[in-house]
């Protein structure tokens, strides 16, 4: 059973940044399509972005391009979320997220396997 602990959450300014972290208990996920997703207070959780095993083919949902980067240390057996230029609509849990196997459908919730806890990420204006 594969465990995921994010990190790295908190309070930030507009404008601000904050690094992410998930740190999984296998070394078996280095071989594992990974994601962040966040759900903020009365939505639906959504899909932010997502990295293949490799790490070098990423995904991001529009809103966040130019903004956030998905990277991941295979060696450490974690994955990161570089969060630039945050606005008060980032507000959200931040979840990681993993799958064995890589799917046209990684937007998609219910496509993975195993999820963090969760870490807050709240931006003031």
């Known amino acids: 059973q594969v465990q995921l602990v994010e990190s790295g959450g908190g309070l930030v300014q507009a404008g601000g940044s904050l690094r992410l972290s998930c740190a999984a208990s296998?070394?078996?996920?280095?071989?594992?399509?990974m994601a962040w997703f966040r759900q903020a207070p009365g939505k639906e959780r959504e899909f932010v972005t997502a990295?293949?095993?490799?790490?070098?083919?990423?995904y991001y949902t529009d809103s966040v391009k130019g903004r956030f980067t998905i990277s991941r240390d295979n060696a450490k057996n974690t994955l990161y979320l570089q969060m630039n230029s945050l606005k008060p609509e980032d507000t959200a849990v931040y979840y990681c997220?993993?799958?064995?196997?890589?799917?046209?459908?990684?937007?998609?919730?219910?496509?993975?396997?195993?999820w963090g806890q969760g870490t807050q990420v709240t931006v003031s204006s």
């Open positions: 990295i293949r095993w490799s790490g070098t083919i990423s």
């Open positions: 997220a993993a799958s064995p196997r890589y799917s046209s459908g990684y937007a998609m919730s219910q496509e993975y396997d195993y």
């Open positions: 296998e070394r078996t996920i280095s071989s594992y399509f």
